[in-house]
């Protein structure tokens, strides 16, 4: 399997991808609760993730037999964007998009989710996984685990512990297999939403 940096031209087909591969997240299913419109909003959302990471970062894609996954990582010498940073995205989509507009509880509850991942999120240095998915289809072929190890590679070169956050209980297990351990679980998130796991080696 051929792990290696998104090229740009690739970013929507990735974005794709992880819109597929977040179909079934908790979180998103109660953000996005309409399932017609939710592929097209996740994918947008996906986009603004990509590209986030490819500006401050990298976006790290796994090769099997096509794009099978993507991981994004933000350095230890830079910060995840800010929470308001994020809703002004979110707030972007909103204005200058097409698709039928999201639920009302996207528009309300999303942006009190991110202040609150903001908030919690660790000072001190560290490798930030802010994305990972892989494609419905190829998962169980050890996409997911390469890219979490080639990001675990970066943070060992880096001198520092890998950090993210999760709302799918099914992950718990998979990050426990890399070292992951959860530091703190919020429950239920901002609106009655499902629960968000804070990790980290």
């Not at 990582?73 to 507009?101: D, M, Q, Y």
């Not at 419905?136 to 997911?144: A, D, F, I, N, S």
Request: proline share 9%; net charge neutral.
């Amino acid at each position: 399997m051929q792990v290696q940096s998104l090229p740009r031209a690739s970013r929507d087909a990735a974005a794709r991808m992880l819109a597929r591969s977040f179909e079934d997240d908790p979180m998103f299913r109660f953000l996005l609760s309409n399932g017609r419109t939710r592929p097209a909003w996740l994918e947008l959302v996906m986009v603004t993730a990509l590209d986030e990471c490819l500006a401050h970062g990298e976006v790290l894609v796994a090769d099997l037999d096509g794009l099978a996954g993507a991981i994004g990582i933000i350095p230890p010498a830079l910060h995840s964007a800010p929470a308001f940073t994020r809703i002004s995205s979110l707030v972007w989509l909103f204005l200058s998009t097409l698709p039928p507009p999201p639920p009302l509880a996207f528009l309300l509850n999303g942006p009190r989710v991110l202040n609150l991942i903001g908030a919690k999120h660790p000072r001190d240095p560290h490798l930030y996984v802010q994305v990972l998915g892989a494609d419905p289809e190829r998962q169980g072929r050890g996409v997911g685990a390469a890219l979490v190890e080639r990001a675990l590679e970066r943070a060992a070169r880096d001198g520092v512990y890998a950090y993210l956050e999760t709302t799918n209980a099914k992950n718990l297990v998979f990050y426990g297999r890399f070292g992951f351990r959860v530091i703190e679980g919020i429950s239920p998130s901002p609106g009655g939403g499902p629960p968000i796991w804070l990790l980290r080696t």
